[in-house]
């Protein structure tokens, strides 16, 4: 952009472009703002950031102005957004510490949802998407209730009666529309709190990974951090974890498939605040929900502080109708202290005693993972997995293993478990590499009743011991003669 020329004013300097545009470029009442491509300062497009004036014109002002150019936006205070807006690729969001982008809510009250006719049971809203739980739905004035009367499609706003409202009746609504915020470029920010507000922030940015820090999450084992843990997955294809205690009182849901949950190892901690399962199966609480192909967790620990509860849930829940997830993989990821009725890796959600069908299990490889202090360490039906290294103790079984499955083990270590792996259905493939069995209460691999009819069994290179004289190291009583023993 060329200068065409300069003025001075008593406390702003601008400058006017060839088309005779003029810019402002140091406001001395606001200090070190920067008008020079490819650095803009919001703050020279008029961004005040007081919470009470709409900076949304300043933002869109700003972004107009960079049109196609490659420009880093520098963001030093709140900027509060009261529209949908978009961020293109070639603009660099650059925050410093106390800048931020809040995202706020649109307030519709009274909005004419339509009509009946006595068959319709579907009716839309006009502002989209809507707040969760923020609507009230009337029918001639008459509050309708959520679950029993309608449900709702927040992302849609589509509305569905359970029965249809009477011919001529008067539809009516209040609720909250989330504005947008879409971010397709790039973000520069510490690890604070940049995006705020309960608008919504969703886009493809071009960053190396998102953190929960950056949606307000504290890590300090004490507050709240599952709504900031959720957006930040939301948002990125790698979700990071830094070194803290990441509280979360409900379950973290991974919501698309190849998405990455990362962290720093054992000072990436996130705690369970929440929990509660009375059996195992089916899932009622779980930590993190992963139920979509390519998805990998790794370098992080999962800690259930005993509130019976299931550390990580790989498959598809019961009635989700989800297709079975393939290539899932859990890395250098330590799971412990999870309570009664607790699975650590759930692979599928139902029990293998009982059946199902596979669409409810997942595919997937496990590496250097430590487990302990949980029912069940891993709990699997039908899939097809591979552990290499990591080591399970303290837990009732080991790896329950279901109908179907092909298990290949290889140096993995299985220590002070009830029984190290049970198998509990028809068809299994176990082959076991190097593994080191030991100090087991029961066995160290145990056939069920459910498991009369293998496939085969293959352990070579392995170690067994358990701690009861006279008993078999591993009880093959329920097997018939045509598995394969190797």
Same mark, same amino acid.
């Given at each position: 952009?060329?200068?065409?020329?300069?003025?001075?004013?008593?406390?702003?300097?601008?400058?006017?472009?060839?088309? $005779?545009?003029?810019?402002?470029?140091l406001?001395?009442?606001?200090?070190?703002?920067?008008i020079?491509?490819?650095?803009?300062d919001?703050r020279?497009?008029?961004?005040?950031g007081?919470?009470v004036?709409?900076?949304?014109?300043?933002?869109q002002?700003a972004?107009?102005e960079i049109?196609?150019?490659?420009v880093?936006?520098l963001?030093p205070?709140?900027i509060?957004?009261?529209? $949908?807006?978009?961020?293109?690729?070639?603009?660099?969001?650059?925050f410093?510490?106390?800048?931020?982008?809040?995202?706020n809510?649109?307030?519709?009250?009274?909005?004419?949802?339509g009509t009946?006719?006595?068959?319709?049971?579907?009716?839309?809203?006009?502002?989209t998407p809507v707040?969760?739980?923020?609507?009230t739905?009337y029918?001639?004035?008459?509050?309708?209730?959520?679950?029993?009367?309608?449900?709702?499609?927040?992302?849609t706003?589509?509305?569905t009666?359970?029965?249809?409202?009477?011919?001529?009746?008067?539809i009516?609504?209040d609720?909250?529309?989330? =504005?947008v915020?879409t971010?397709?470029?790039?973000?520069?920010?510490?690890?604070?709190?940049?995006?705020?507000g309960l608008?919504r922030?969703?886009? $493809? &940015?071009k960053?190396?990974?998102?953190?929960p820090?950056?949606?307000?999450a504290?890590?300090?084992?004490?507050?709240?951090?599952?709504?900031?843990?959720?957006?930040?997955?939301?948002l990125?294809?790698?979700?990071?974890?830094?070194?803290?205690? =990441?509280?979360i009182?409900?379950?973290? =849901?991974v919501?698309?498939?190849?998405?990455?949950?990362?962290?720093?190892?054992? =000072?990436?901690?996130i705690?369970?605040?929440?929990?509660?399962?009375?059996?195992?199966e089916?899932?009622?609480?779980v930590m993190?929900?992963?139920?979509?192909g390519?998805?990998t967790?790794?370098?992080i620990?999962?800690d259930?502080q005993?509130?019976?509860?299931?550390?990580?849930?790989?498959?598809?829940?019961?009635?989700s109708?989800l297709?079975?997830?393939?290539?899932?993989?859990?890395?250098?990821?330590?799971?412990?202290?999870?309570?009664?009725?607790?699975v650590a890796l759930?692979?599928?959600?139902?029990?293998?005693?009982v059946g199902g069908?596979?669409?409810?299990?997942a595919?997937g490889?496990?590496?250097?993972?430590?487990?302990?202090f949980?029912d069940?360490?891993i709990?699997s039906?039908e &899939?097809?997995?591979?552990?290499v290294g990591g080591t399970?103790?303290?837990?009732?079984?080991?790896?329950?293993?279901?109908?179907?499955?092909?298990?290949?083990?290889?140096g993995?270590?299985?220590t002070? +478990?009830g029984i190290?792996?049970?198998?509990s259905?028809?068809?299994i493939?176990?082959?076991?590499y190097g593994?080191?069995?030991?100090?087991?209460?029961?066995?160290?691999v145990?056939v069920?009743t459910?498991?009369t009819?293998?496939?085969?069994l293959?352990?070579v290179g392995?170690?067994?011991?358990n701690?009861?004289?006279?008993t &078999?190291?591993?009880?093959?009583?329920?097997? +018939?003669?045509?598995?394969s023993?190797?």
């Amino acid at each position: 952009m060329a200068t065409k020329r300069s003025k001075l004013r008593f406390n702003q300097l601008t400058f006017v472009d060839a088309s $005779d545009q003029e810019h402002l470029v140091l406001d001395l009442e606001k200090q070190d703002i920067i008008i020079k491509f490819p650095f803009v300062d919001i703050r020279a497009y008029g961004a005040i950031g007081d919470g009470v004036t709409d900076d949304t014109p300043a933002f869109q002002s700003a972004l107009t102005e960079i049109g196609t150019k490659e420009v880093t936006l520098l963001i030093p205070i709140p900027i509060y957004i009261n529209t $949908d807006t978009t961020i293109p690729e070639n603009v660099c969001l650059k925050f410093t510490k106390g800048g931020k982008l809040v995202v706020n809510l649109l307030t519709v009250t009274n909005e004419d949802v339509g009509t009946g006719d006595g068959t319709t049971t579907t009716f839309t809203l006009a502002n989209t998407p809507v707040l969760e739980d923020s609507e009230t739905i009337y029918i001639d004035g008459v509050v309708q209730n959520r679950g029993t009367d309608y449900t709702i499609d927040y992302d849609t706003g589509v509305v569905t009666f359970t029965t249809a409202p009477a011919n001529g009746s008067t539809i009516t609504a209040d609720y909250q529309k989330q =504005y947008v915020l879409t971010i397709n470029g790039s973000v520069e920010a510490g690890l604070w709190h940049i995006f705020d507000g309960l608008g919504r922030v969703v886009g $493809d &940015p071009k960053v190396e990974c998102v953190y929960p820090e950056w949606f307000g999450a504290k890590a300090d084992g004490i507050s709240d951090d599952t709504v900031a843990i959720q957006k930040a997955i939301n948002l990125g294809k790698v979700c990071k974890f830094s070194a803290g205690e =990441y509280l979360i009182t409900s379950e973290i =849901y991974v919501d698309s498939p190849n998405k990455v949950l990362t962290g720093i190892g054992r =000072y990436s901690v996130i705690k369970a605040g929440f929990g509660g399962n009375t059996t195992i199966e089916p899932a009622q609480y779980v930590m993190i929900y992963a139920p979509y192909g390519g998805i990998t967790i790794e370098n992080i620990t999962l800690d259930g502080q005993g509130n019976n509860i299931h550390g990580i849930l790989l498959a598809p829940k019961f009635g989700s109708g989800l297709s079975k997830p393939f290539n899932q993989r859990v890395q250098n990821v330590s799971i412990r202290f999870l309570g009664s009725n607790s699975v650590a890796l759930l692979l599928t959600d139902y029990d293998p005693n009982v059946g199902g069908t596979s669409t409810l299990s997942a595919d997937g490889f496990i590496q250097e993972t430590y487990i302990s202090f949980a029912d069940v360490g891993i709990f699997s039906r039908e &899939p097809s997995w591979t552990i290499v290294g990591g080591t399970i103790g303290n837990c009732g079984v080991g790896i329950k293993v279901g109908a179907n499955s092909r298990w290949v083990i290889n140096g993995s270590v299985f220590t002070q +478990n009830g029984i190290d792996i049970e198998l509990s259905g028809n068809g299994i493939t176990l082959e076991a590499y190097g593994a080191y069995f030991e100090a087991s209460s029961q066995y160290n691999v145990y056939v069920n009743t459910y498991a009369t009819d293998l496939q085969s069994l293959v352990f070579v290179g392995c170690r067994f011991a358990n701690q009861i004289t006279g008993t &078999p190291c591993i009880d093959l009583t329920n097997i +018939n003669t045509s598995t394969s023993l190797t």
